[in-house]
């Protein structure tokens, strides 16, 4: 699987959008890219996930590049409660394993 | 519908014993995946199961074992523990298996072990 790159740390204003950017560009054609946050002392909570087209939903929109070597994960309105460590993780496809390989991820803080 | 139920949800054991934890996935998800989060390694997969088959190994010593039960129930354990053992473990369950890779894992609260 593809490794990812994340800045470690990010503010955001409450009620501002935050913007939180990912760097893949080893990827491959059957890799998809899946953001998962994780609130202290909780586990990791699935956001959305995309193959090559921007995707949205109730929480998140992601936003893939063309090349697909970079993806930015948008939460429209930030709110203290999205404080969390966010992740980008990379996974193939194919195959028959749900197995993930998260990196350090991006700690958020919102600020109110 | 119930969540991932993972138990318990804290324990403390002493250095050499051995513990088991158990996970129990949401109804009707029949793959069960376990990862060790420490604070110095982040979040490491240890194993998957499905249908009570193994698919899928991380790289941890054979102290760490587990099993999944026909209800999917699935059970970890660690022999001969260390204190390098101490960590959250958490247990994700999925809804497929075999090609249904891209359904989202949802994840327990985790059990707290602390080695002493």
């Known amino acids: 699987d593809a490794k990812t790159t994340q800045p470690p740390s990010m503010d955001c204003a409450e009620g501002r959008a935050a913007n939180l950017p990912c760097n893949h560009s080893t990827i491959s054609g059957n890799e998809y890219v899946y953001w998962y946050r994780q609130i202290h002392s909780q586990g990791p909570q699935y956001i959305i996930h995309g193959l090559k087209n921007n995707e949205t939903n109730e929480m998140a929109s992601l936003i893939i590049t063309e090349d697909r070597k970079s993806s930015t994960l948008i939460l429209p309105h930030a709110t203290l409660r999205d404080t969390a460590v966010y992740y980008c993780i990379v996974r193939r496809v194919s195959g028959n394993t749900g197995k993930l390989i998260f990196g350090q991820g991006t700690t958020l803080q919102v600020k109110p | ?116």
């Open chain 2, 1 to 116: 519908k119930a969540g991932v139920t993972q138990t318990p949800r804290y324990l403390i054991k002493t250095r050499g014993q051995q513990v088991t934890l158990s996970c129990s996935p949401i109804s009707g998800h029949r793959s069960v995946s376990w990862y060790q989060q420490t604070p110095g390694q982040g979040l490491q997969f240890l194993f998957e199961y499905f249908s009570e088959t193994q698919r899928n190994k991380g790289n941890f010593p054979g102290r760490f074992s587990g099993r999944q039960f026909s209800n999917s129930r699935s059970e970890m354990n660690v022999s001969t523990l260390e204190l390098g053992d101490s960590a959250l473990y958490l247990c994700a369950s999925r809804s497929g298996g075999g090609e249904m890779v891209n359904t989202e894992a949802f994840f327990g609260q985790g059990t707290r072990l602390t080695v002493v």
